[in-house]
């Protein structure tokens, strides 16, 4: 509640007068801020209809920052007449003062002071009248008083063009008697207690009127998922890094995208039953880039680009077969293929998206998760370059230190060179999860081993996807 003090000197403003009083007359005369009164006004309403309070709104002129300071001190254009001596002052010396450069102007258009451009000295400045009259200052002082009568329109309009005065909507509190009136003012009660209802007291009390419309207290929901909100973050490094999102937006793949054209063998244990879900309508994919696809196929049964296959009989029948996307590296081949089927230029690609796998589920596995995907193509690209950022990559996420979180490495050639990149193309990239980060046989701190060696490493992670160099 507003000061006792003041509430109860407003009620006795109030008993004294027939028609009611204005609330920024009785601040003023009380000499304390307006919103005390303000505050005081709400407090009695609070109460009921003790008092009437109708909120009006008024247009006054007010002076400015600058035109309170020139109210104290003088125009601009009297202090740069009262700086210049007898003898004149360098035009150089004038211009150093703050009010210089505006008050020299002005000064110059009321022709109190003339500049001497032939001076030795340089160019210096003497007065041309021996007294004058600060009508500005004039005025604003009659604004500070309160008495804008004397004031004709164009003169406030030329103080307001100088931004020494400003016209202000003011609002305040007309306020009357109630049909409850009282200089005495009752505490209501808020709330009616079980003591008021058993000894019978709350038939003496006067309690506050139900605010029916009050909105109450908003309830604590619409929360981000705290996945989500991790999502935004890897989202956001990448960005930052310089990286393009790639179009996730296929849950279905055939298994050749998914599987063969990574280089995985059509008999690997990933591409099981019990791992991947296989789709029965439409179980077939038909539609492939037929060249592709041939080149595909060799490098699996044959051989080629400087490797020895598999050695095995690769059917199309297995190539075809559509499966929810057991991870984003399917669309990352899609990209890369697009990619060779164009002039080369560098890229850097990323995904945040839904993978699925046909997997046991428990209290960390279910069987779908959000797997995070970052790709890089260029020149001579070394484990130097994923090193380093990888390195950058954790530091923005707030790591501080080498963790094993995710599979890293350098895309197999056998993948690459069968899509059509150039042969000194290499294609670094990473991977990891949302929910459940893996701890890979060979993560970041092995790879800082391996690298100090000086020898050539060829080491194959459990996917036959990527291999690391030195």
Known sequence: MADTGVVETLLQRIEKVDDGVDSLEVA?????????????????????????????????????????????????????????????????????????????????????IRVDKAHEGGPRIFRTVEKIEDQVREKLLLVKKGDMTQLEEKEKNELKKRKLLSEVTVKSYWISKGN????????????????????????????????FEA?????????????????????????????????????????????????QPQQHPARDQHDTFFLSDPALAHEFPQDYLERVKKVHSEGGFGSQGYKYDWKI???QKNILRT???????????????????????????RVFRNETLDATH?????????????????????????HQFFTKL??????????????????????????????IAWGLSLERPTMIKYGINNIRELVGHKVNLQMVYDSPICRLES
């Open 366 to 390: 279910l069987a779908e998760f959000h797997q995070i995907e970052g790709v890089v193509a260029d020149y001579g690209l070394t484990l130097g370059d994923l090193m380093g950022i990888l």
């Open 215 to 263: 909105l109450g207290v908003a309830p604590d929901c619409g929360h981000l998922h705290p996945l989500m909100k991790v999502r935004t973050q890897f989202r956001q490094i990448f960005l930052e890094m310089g990286f393009t999102e790639m179009p996730t937006n296929n849950f279905i793949e055939s298994s050749f995208w998914n599987f063969d054209s990574l280089f």
């Open 317 to 319: 029948e297995e190539a």
């Open 28 to 112: 003023s005369s009380l000499g304390v801020d307006h919103q005390v009164i303000v505050g005081a006004v709400k407090s009695l309403q609070a109460l009921g209809d003790v008092i009437s309070a109708e909120l009006r709104s008024s247009k006054r002129w007010e002076l400015t920052e600058e035109g309170t300071e020139i109210a104290e001190q003088g125009s601009h254009e009297a202090r740069v007449f009262s700086s210049i001596p007898l003898e004149g002052l360098g035009q150089s010396e004038l211009m150093k003062l703050s009010f210089g450069k505006i008050g020299f102007s002005k000064a110059m258009s009321n022709k109190w």
């Open 327 to 353: 991870h984003t590296t399917a669309v990352s081949a899609r990209m890369l293929y697009k990619l060779a089927q164009q002039k080369f230029t560098p890229v850097k690609y990323f995904s945040i998206d």
């Open 398 to 427: 707030g790591l501080k230190k080498w963790v094993e979180v995710g599979n890293s490495g350098v895309f197999r050639p056998e993948m690459l060179l069968p899509m059509g990149l150039p042969e000194d193309v290499s294609v």
């Open 180 to 211: 409850s009136f009282s200089t005495t003012v009752t505490k209501q009660e808020a709330e009616l207690t079980p003591e008021m209802i058993a000894n019978g007291s709350w038939k003496e009390k006067k309690f506050k009127p139900y605010n």
